[in-house]
């Protein structure tokens, strides 16, 4: 049973010594810990967090503990910090889920739902706690906690998620009160009691009398903060004084003043002061400012109010007393600051926190490091991320774009990626203007390089909407100024998104799809050799894509192996991506499943490329278009069965994920869902923008209305779906739908108000009827597989390796044969041994044998 627990034997976040243990707040916590969802509400100073953290340090649990902050309001900076929150116990899961990239959706809550259903075991607990819960007021940030509550508990009922918060939180809760799953402790119960409050006393080697702890509590009312001073007060002042108790009547910064600050070292103050600038207080940070020096010891000892968290190894300030620092900044001066702003920049850096490390280094105007972490970022970022950093650069100083040129290029790269196309490309135009203008300089000519290529992408992603195929005159421009820019572009800026289809074409007339191909394939020697490989093998694969959609299936088989083979030779993992894609679709057509599985395969191996971020994500939508299409949805991602929404993730890869939920519909007769989807695919930016995206939506929407009785509308669809089609001669689209083109064809033959040709109706019923019979087949044989394994599934790759451990291969020659780790072949064989119930790999491969998994030549 997992047994990983945010305690250790070093210092944790309690003192043993000060903090009172309370037990009438333990049985609370341990009743309430038994439901979904707990709320903490009480106002600061009540001991919630200590009151939380002291019952879970004793309790048999895996806990995630995250510490909020107002920088969390912002979806990708939350997500930061979440996953590293989440490495601390489980760095698989944590590396998943930061590839993933926050869930604003309900298809990608799902898939978070489901990385993290796989990942949890279901005999042991967890808890998800989320400290500060008051301090968030972002809309998506909330939603996504309050999906994440919802969704865990039916699947997970050995999983809490704690909120403690100052107010009641912004979440829906009722849902889960109504139904009894929901427990609230608030300021009531977290009030000491008089006999507590003599405990206290005790433990702090007071002798107070019965009387002097009732006087307390009648002061007080209970409030935790409130009687930690009185306690302070009498050390100081052990004779009971009704003057000095009175002092808690005072204003609390008074009395943080009077009997903590003022006590301290001149050099302790202002370093405490210098700690209320940044949020993390890891020890290491901490160490760094005060340099050979135990000041943060002193601090602890000086006040209970500072604690150490061995969970998060992190020093924790209570709010007061950090409220109170703040007050205090005045006592430092700017380059003081600056230089605590500049080591929380390094540190956070250093740690990959990339969000607060640009916080920072704006604080400090270090604009060339900013510039330098913005390239580490993907070309697609979600919009809120590109919107507050276009934020960011507009808010740096002129001056500064005139040090850095590529400030610059940056601000009009941020418009582009967030649509705002037309603004982007008079910029960039600008730009070139400017810098063409200036004498030549490596720096100038770097400028001019990545602006001619963002230009060049620009007009290429805009294609679809205005037919101008000329973007290659702009990468070719860029090319011309790379080798003088003595500049080399890296890490996963060099990756291209490829999005919905390869062929950004919209436009129906014939030729056009003839001049994107042409455009693309003088792009692409520019781009790969300016951007580090970027885009190679994308022309072979835009050839591939055009040639299956016209059902030349042998141009396309040769056209995608070029493209694998050059994607695979530069790391272009998304182009070869959509090659096995493709090569998937034509052995499906042709019925051929041993090709199936080699495919799949393949498509596995991609999970083990760890610089491909968008891994996990592209393998699902590739093989859950597969599983939906020989109707195997139990094999297709949860997350790839919810609802249709719309995705923030990245507005030009136009939810490639809903062609997938697309088939999914139309598999599960959702046809007036479906319909209501169509629909709103029809604008700009939704699949409808690309011309195969066009006939596809109205292929299935001629199904969906003829299923539904609107036979005039079906019609219709047909008719649209034949008009953007047959210019190119576009027949793939239909053939695919098989036995629902069949029925298609059939009534549009039998109608007399159609105005499709009858000898291509009678083409397509032909070749869509010999698709089906191949579709049966590979679905039989599918059948067959299910049937031999049982409840057992090897993956393509765990049989792949066990086939190459039958054959008498050792574990580091089945590596080189699979071009993976021998780190990675252990982990797979365990898997396997676990899932067939076996000692070692002998007993492995006899178990498979007899199972039918092992089919060997």
Known sequence: MLRRFF?????????????????????????????????????????????????????????????????????????????????LYNESLAAKLSEHGFPETESQAAKYLTLTENEIARNARYVFVFDDFHLIEDRSVLWFIERAIYTLYTPLPNVTTILISRNEPAINTIGLFSKGLCTRINEEDLRFSGHEIWNYLQMQGIKPSRQIASDIYDRTEGWAFAVSLAGLLLKKKPIYDHYALSALELNIFKLIESEIFSGISSELQKFLVKLSLVERLSLDFVKRLSPGKNLMEEAVKASAFIRYDAYLNEYRIHHL???????????????????????????????????????????????????????????????????????????????????????????????????????????????????????????????????????????????????????????????????????????????????????????????????????????????????????????????????????????????????????????????????????????????????????????????????????????????????????????????????????????????????????????????????????????????GAFLFGKIGLKVVEAICRYYVREKEEAMKAFEAAYDFASPNSLDMLFIEEGNNMRTLTSSAMRSNNCAIPRQWLEKIHKKSAAYAKKLAYVISEYENDKHLGGDIHLTVKERAILTDLYQGLSRTEIAINRNLSVNTIKADLQMIYTKLGAADGADAVRIARSLGLLKLK
């Open 7 to 87: 305690y250790s034997n070093t210092p944790t976040i309690l003192d043993t010594s000060t903090y009172l243990e309370r037990p009438h707040v333990h049985k609370l916590l341990e009743k309430a810990i038994q439901k979904p969802l707990v709320v903490v509400v009480a106002e600061a100073g009540y001991g919630k967090t200590e009151a939380v953290y002291s019952f879970l340090k004793g309790y048999n649990a895996a806990t995630t503990w995250m510490q909020l902050s107002r920088r969390d309001n912002l979806g990708s900076r939350f997500w930061e910090n979440y996953t590293h929150t989440i490495a």
């Open 321 to 687: 007393f950090l409220e109170y620092l703040t007050r205090k900044q005045a006592l430092l001066t700017e380059d003081e600051k600056r230089t605590v702003y500049a080591e929380a920049a390094l540190w956070c850096f250093d740690n990959n926190y990339k969000m607060d490390t640009i916080s920072y280094c704006e604080k400090i105007g270090d604009y060339d490091k900013i510039v330098e972490i913005v390239y580490m970022f993907q070309l697609m970022l979600p919009h809120n991320t590109a919107l507050y950093l276009l934020e960011v650069l507009e808010r740096i100083p002129q001056d500064a774009y005139e040090k850095n040129y590529i400030l610059y290029l940056l601000h009009a790269r941020f418009l582009a990626g967030l649509g705002r196309f037309g603004e982007a490309i008079s910029e960039f135009e600008a730009i070139i203007e400017k810098f063409e203008a200036l004498p030549s300089s490596p720096l100038s000519c770097r400028v001019l390089c990545g602006t001619y290529n963002n230009l060049g992408f620009a007009y290429y992603c805009n294609c679809m909407h205005k037919p101008n195929y000329d973007f290659g005159i702009y990468f070719e421009k860029s090319d011309g100024y790379y080798p003088l820019s003595g500049h080399t572009v890296r890490g996963p800026v060099t990756n291209l998104s490829v999005g919905s289809y390869a062929c950004r074409v919209g436009s129906p007339e014939k030729g056009h799809l003839e001049k994107f191909v042409e455009a693309v394939a003088a792009s692409v020697p520019h781009v790969s050799r300016t951007m580090a490989g970027c885009s190679y093998g994308l022309d072979d694969l835009v050839r591939a894509e055009v040639a299956y959609f016209k059902s030349d299936v042998k141009s396309c088989e040769k056209f995608a192996w070029q493209s694998l083979y050059k994607a695979r030779e530069k790391g272009q993992y998304e182009i070869e991506n959509r090659a096995l894609f493709f090569l998937l679709r034509v052995a499906l057509a042709a019925g051929n499943y041993g090709k199936i599985q080699e495919l799949l395969g393949q498509l596995e191996l991609q999970l083990d490329q760890t610089d491909y971020t968008n891994r996990s994500t592209l393998y699902d939508i590739v093989t859950g278009w597969y599983y939906v299409t020989i109707r195997q949805t139990g094999q297709v991602a949860n997350w790839l069965k919810d609802d249709f929404d719309k995705s923030d993730i990245n507005f030009l890869m136009h939810g490639l994920e809903n062609i997938v939920k697309a088939k999914h519909y139309l598999l599960e007769k959702r046809y007036h869902a479906l319909l209501a989807f169509l629909k709103s695919q029809e604008k700009e930016y939704g699949l």
